[in-house]
């Protein structure tokens, strides 16, 4: 019987995100296998994989927010805005009180903008970032909307912070470390960075690709899969065997009026059993992706 799940993932430091994918293959023996957000390859942490089916859903398992253990090296700037790229400035001249870094935080937490670096995959004009900064070459990128949810000092000691912080998708810890140097006064650099949450999957329940290896040879790896109906904390509705044979096919069936105002997505159930996400249109309930 093949997967069909999610598998939280522990990604180790100097693997991408598509190695991490490969490899799942190989473990699984299926190829319909995609991650949920890259994660560069000097980070390490939780990365969801899409396995079967649930690679139907992986769009909405990126939406989620995302929660990380950052270091951030104040009084040095790089060209990739982490310790990786090349010293462009130092200025050791610097020193700061823990109370002068809490309050940076606190004024972090606010900020609702931010520039994508140029060192990144985001793309501009069909070509991403990194291939203009490759090239030495500077566009005009814009700003793009973020939510700092949680910004936490959890230590301070020889111009290196370290905190933990819950933010949206598409927010650049390295841009947001270079952000709180100058709210310093200063330059701030990414070190190292781990996320410890995403969408609700915790680090503490992932598994190493080689525990994932090991359960795959004692038949224990289905164990390790999250069940798509678990994976997504969604509304849901059950209808009867007869409206899921039709909705299957594509058709709309009527729904009681106490469900008519649910947003998309939700599950949508038969006999106990996932047939896919819904959504209503003109008050009838119409099966958007299948997932049976």
Known sequence: MPYNGVINVLKPTGMTSHDVVNKIRKITGQKKVGHTGTLDPDVAGVLPIC?????????????????????CVLGILTDTLDM???????????????QEVSEALNKAKNLKKQVPPMYSAVRYNGKKLYEYARKNLN?????????????????YENQKIIFQAEVSKGTYMRVLCNDIGKI???????????????????IENSYT???????ALNNELRACILPIETALKLESVNISIEDGKKIKNGVFINIPDEKRTIEYPFYVFSNDKLLGL????DNKLKLKKQLC
């Open 51 to 71: 396995v079967g089916k649930a690679t139907r859903i992986s769009s909405f398992l990126m939406e989620g927010n995302k929660t990380y253990i950052s270091e």
């Open 84 to 98: 990786y790229g090349e010293v462009l400035e130092k200025d050791n001249k610097i020193s700061f009180s823990y």
């Open 139 to 155: 566009v005009d990128v814009k700003e793009r909307d973020i939510n700092i949810l949680d910004l936490k000092l959890k230590k």
């Open 184 to 202: 310093l006064g200063t330059k701030g650099t990414m070190g190292k960075l781990i996320r410890i949450e995403s969408k609700g999957l915790k």
């Open 209 to 215: 690709l080689e525990e994932l290896e090991e359960k």
């Open 278 to 281: 819904g959504e209503i249109r």
